[in-house]
């Protein structure tokens, strides 16, 4: 995402002093997860006020209690001078997060029952912080944001030759992609390309769609998410001059469009193919509340990589994929006054059902390059309208953490794979990524490609 460094026009006195309070009081406040002393419980409250008393100087949307379901048009939004602001307070968070980490060679996932995770540079989820680190330094101009951000991304130097699954473009996209884009280094596109190669070894021309897993019970799967790898290939196709890579993208998206999509809007996790014949044996879901439901974060994917793929080649049933899948989520009867979606658009137990600040922060950022891609004038009005409520929700103390609690992530209240009853209700590295680039998003307009 091409966006510069974002300036503020808020009352940048007010903010400062918040921010400082806050920093002074998270210094003693540790970061280790314990029983909290009389004197930290006395600064609880004190911590939550001043993140109140930040929310106050920069965003001022009233957001509806969380268990509230839709109801009549809610006026909340986040506007674009509270970008700046906003980002220097996940700055300061993300800061003592980064000051945990006692190398870079492992990357912070969540937080499970009071203990940081750090994965290996195979896991899905290793692009993330790295990238999260890229974007700090282009939203401050930093320099110790892209010391930061080199550090851990050459960690996954490795990667260009990974096959094992198919998030190389998470992995590699997140962490080298923003490398190249904000400060490039040599070698840089030389990974990025063999990247993109070895994710095309997982293609299959008989099926038509690259592999999401070797695993499970599936003869073939390919999940939504995958949508999510292909523009490693067009980059990689236009850099190397190799159309075969773009050729496999955009017959990946023909696929998705073709299986995971229903002509509601609405989209399916997996679908299982016959991986001789290329025939649908299965439609279901690994993540979501049933086989017909549809998972909030992987419509969230769904929008996000066919609004990309058609950034990426300007191939109109793309964008019309997009504008459907946005539709879906806009107007959904299930979609909270708040409008950070439950868990599932289908999920049981609803208005108590878990809410997916990831799937929020994700769709914010997919609607707001939507909205500067579509011709359709009314729907990037209330695709904008959308992103700006989610993120101002997301910017608020129901999400955004306090100084120094929260484990050193941003935001709180995600849902990872809850009918395995893994990561419910925890921070994740992806939903602060796509917060940032939400917001960056929000603070310049995008337009890319």
């Given at each position: 995402?091409?966006?510069?460094?974002?300036?503020?026009?808020?009352?940048?006195?007010?903010?400062?002093?918040?921010?400082?309070?806050?920093?002074?009081?998270?210094?003693?406040?540790?970061?280790?997860?314990?029983?909290?002393?009389?004197?930290?419980?006395?600064?609880?409250?004190?911590?939550?006020?001043?993140?109140?008393?930040?929310?106050?100087?920069?965003?001022?949307?009233?957001?509806?209690?969380?268990?509230?379901?839709?109801?009549?048009?809610?006026?909340?939004?986040?506007?674009?001078?509270?970008?700046?602001?906003?980002?220097?307070?996940?700055?300061?968070?993300?800061?003592?997060?980064?000051?945990?980490?006692?190398?870079?060679?492992?990357?912070?996932?969540?937080?499970?029952?009071?203990?940081?995770?750090?994965?290996?540079?195979?896991?899905?989820?290793?692009?993330?912080?790295?990238?999260?680190?890229?974007?700090?330094?282009?939203?401050?101009?930093?320099?110790?944001?892209?010391?930061?951000?080199?550090?851990?991304?050459?960690?996954?130097?490795?990667?260009?030759?990974?096959?094992?699954?198919?998030?190389?473009?998470?992995?590699?996209?997140?962490?080298?992609?923003?490398?190249?884009?904000?400060?490039?280094?040599?070698?840089?596109?030389?990974?990025?390309?063999?990247?993109?190669?070895?994710?095309?070894?997982?293609?299959?021309?008989?099926?038509?769609?690259?592999?999401?897993?070797?695993?499970?019970?599936?003869?073939?799967?390919?999940?939504?998410?995958?949508?999510?790898?292909?523009e490693l290939l067009t980059w990689a196709s236009r850099e190397s001059g190799d159309p075969g890579l773009l050729g496999i993208a955009v017959r990946h998206a023909d696929g998705t469009l073709a299986h995971h999509c229903r002509p509601d809007g609405g989209s399916f996790h997996l679908v299982d193919f016959d991986p001789a014949s290329g025939a649908v044996r299965a439609r279901g879901t690994v993540q979501g509340a049933a086989d017909r439901s549809t998972w909030a974060r992987g419509q969230a994917w769904g929008l996000y990589g066919f609004t990309a793929m058609y950034r990426e080649t300007r191939h109109a049933r793309y964008l019309q994929q997009a504008e459907r899948m946005a539709r879906f989520v806009i107007d959904h009867p299930r979609l909270p006054v708040d409008?950070?979606?439950?868990?599932?658009?289908?999920?049981?137990?609803?208005?108590?059902?878990?809410?997916?600040?990831?799937?929020?922060?994700?769709?914010?950022?997919?609607?707001?390059?939507?909205?500067?891609?579509?011709?359709?004038?009314?729907?990037?009005?209330?695709?904008?309208?959308?992103?700006?409520?989610?993120?101002?929700?997301?910017?608020?103390?129901?999400?955004?953490?306090?100084?120094?609690?929260?484990?050193?992530?941003?935001?709180?209240?995600?849902?990872?794979?809850?009918?395995?009853?893994?990561?419910?209700?925890?921070?994740?590295?992806?939903?602060?990524?796509?917060?940032?680039?939400?917001?960056?998003?929000?603070?310049?307009?995008?337009?890319?490609?």
């Amino acid at each position: 995402m091409d966006v510069p460094v974002v300036r503020s026009r808020v009352d940048a006195a007010r903010v400062r002093s918040v921010l400082d309070a806050a920093r002074v009081l998270s210094l003693d406040s540790g970061m280790a997860p314990r029983r909290p002393s009389p004197a930290g419980a006395s600064r609880r409250p004190v911590l939550h006020a001043v993140l109140g008393a930040l929310a106050a100087a920069v965003a001022p949307p009233t957001v509806a209690r969380p268990g509230a379901t839709r109801g009549p048009a809610v006026q909340i939004g986040l506007p674009p001078d509270a970008v700046a602001p906003t980002l220097r307070a996940v700055a300061a968070q993300v800061a003592t997060l980064l000051a945990r980490l006692p190398d870079a060679e492992r990357m912070p996932r969540t937080i499970e029952r009071g203990t940081l995770v750090r994965v290996a540079r195979e896991d899905w989820t290793s692009g993330f912080f790295p990238g999260l680190l890229w974007l700090l330094h282009e939203a401050t101009g930093e320099p110790a944001w892209r010391d930061a951000a080199r550090r851990f991304t050459r960690t996954l130097e490795p990667l260009r030759h990974f096959r094992d699954h198919h998030d190389t473009g998470f992995m590699l996209g997140c962490s080298y992609g923003n490398a190249l884009r904000l400060a490039e280094a040599p070698g840089d596109r030389a990974v990025l390309v063999d990247g993109a190669r070895a994710l095309a070894t997982r293609f299959d021309p008989r099926v038509g769609l690259i592999r999401s897993w070797d695993h499970g019970r599936w003869a073939y799967p390919v999940i939504i998410d995958n949508l999510m790898n292909l523009e490693l290939l067009t980059w990689a196709s236009r850099e190397s001059g190799d159309p075969g890579l773009l050729g496999i993208a955009v017959r990946h998206a023909d696929g998705t469009l073709a299986h995971h999509c229903r002509p509601d809007g609405g989209s399916f996790h997996l679908v299982d193919f016959d991986p001789a014949s290329g025939a649908v044996r299965a439609r279901g879901t690994v993540q979501g509340a049933a086989d017909r439901s549809t998972w909030a974060r992987g419509q969230a994917w769904g929008l996000y990589g066919f609004t990309a793929m058609y950034r990426e080649t300007r191939h109109a049933r793309y964008l019309q994929q997009a504008e459907r899948m946005a539709r879906f989520v806009i107007d959904h009867p299930r979609l909270p006054v708040d409008r950070v979606p439950f868990w599932d658009y289908d999920a049981p137990g609803v208005p108590l059902a878990p809410r997916d600040a990831s799937a929020a922060a994700i769709t914010a950022s997919a609607l707001l390059e939507l909205a500067s891609l579509t011709a359709d004038a009314a729907l990037a009005a209330r695709a904008r309208a959308l992103a700006a409520a989610q993120l101002a929700t997301l910017s608020s103390p129901a999400y955004f953490a306090a100084p120094g609690e929260n484990g050193g992530f941003v935001l709180r209240h995600s849902v990872g794979a809850l009918p395995h009853g893994a990561e419910i209700d925890v921070p994740l590295v992806y939903a602060d990524y796509y917060f940032v680039e939400a917001m960056l998003r929000l603070g310049r307009g995008v337009r890319r490609g």
